[in-house]
T-cell receptor, first 118, second 114 residues
Framework: NAGVTQTPKFRVLKTGQSMTLLCAQD?????MYWYRQDPGMGLRLIHY???????AKGEVPDGYNVSRLKKQNFLLGLESAAPSQTSVYFC?????????????????FGPGTRLTVL | DQQVKQNSPSLSVQEGRISILNCDYT??????FLWYKKYPAEGPTFLIS?????DKNEDGRFTVFLNKSAKHLSLHIVPSQPGDSAVYFC?????????????FGKGTKLSVKP
């Protein structure tokens, strides 16, 4: 199992350019997430998905769009990149919550995509 | 407004000694707390978690303690090893929160010296 993979690993954009980050997972997880991490900051949730065809906004969704056309893939799009979007982007996936079992299913993270917007 | 705070950006410990990483939170509605470990150029990896109904959870060298009255949790690593050198993130989930969304602290960089 590859787990969670992210493409590309690095990217440099000019302001105003667009791009799509791809996340793929082979663990048959229902839930997928996109986070960004900035220097000296924790991870902040951008968007998430609880299943194929569904997406929702997280803490910092502005300037990003997402799509979950297939269960195993979660795409993050930047329509018009800005320098403020320079960051490291992490994708994660998890199994659904099991409230009755009283347990929390951990999120598995990809290796990250380092994006620089000039 | 930070709901999960890790006030120590860094910690240096001698190999074989105990490492104690601290985390404070403000939201009484958190029901799960987790610790993630992150090496440079890698994604975070899950380390250990604790439910809000417990006050201690142990897994090998790692123990997490939760003090709900103080809204404080800590991760103890005993004995510390050089391979434990990484950034440690504390994270929390709001009870009934959307599909397991986590709120992360800013992280503490642990350096274990041989």
């Amino acid at each position: 199992n590859a787990g969670v993979t992210q493409t590309p690993k690095f990217r440099v954009l000019k302001t105003g350019q667009s791009m799509t980050l791809l996340c793929a997972q082979d663990m048959n997880h229902e839930y997928m997430y996109w986070y960004r991490q900035d220097p000296g900051m924790g991870l902040r949730l951008i968007h998430y998905s609880v299943g194929e065809g569904t997406t929702a906004k997280g803490e910092v969704p502005d300037g990003y769009n997402v799509s979950r056309l297939k269960k195993q893939n979660f795409l993050l799009g930047l329509e018009s990149a800005a320098p403020s979007q320079t960051s490291v982007y992490f994708c994660a996936s998890s199994a659904p919550l099991r409230p009755l079992a009283g347990t929390y299913n951990e999120q598995f993270f990809g290796p990250g995509t380092r994006l620089t917007v000039l | 407004d930070q709901q999960v705070k890790q006030n120590s950006p860094s910690l240096s410990v001698q190999e074989g000694r105990i490492s104690i990483l601290n985390c404070d939170y403000t939201n009484s509605m958190f029901d799960y707390f987790l610790w993630y470990k992150k090496y440079p150029a890698e994604g975070p990896t899950f380390l250990i978690s604790i439910s809000s109904i417990k006050d201690k959870n142990e897994d090998g060298r790692f123990t997490v303690f939760l003090n709900k009255s103080a809204k404080h949790l800590s991760l103890h690593i005993v004995p510390s090893q050089p391979g434990d050198s990484a950034v440690y993130f504390c994270a929390a989930r709001v009870y009934g929160g959307s599909q397991g969304n986590l709120i992360f602290g800013k992280g503490t960089k642990l350096s274990v010296k041989p």
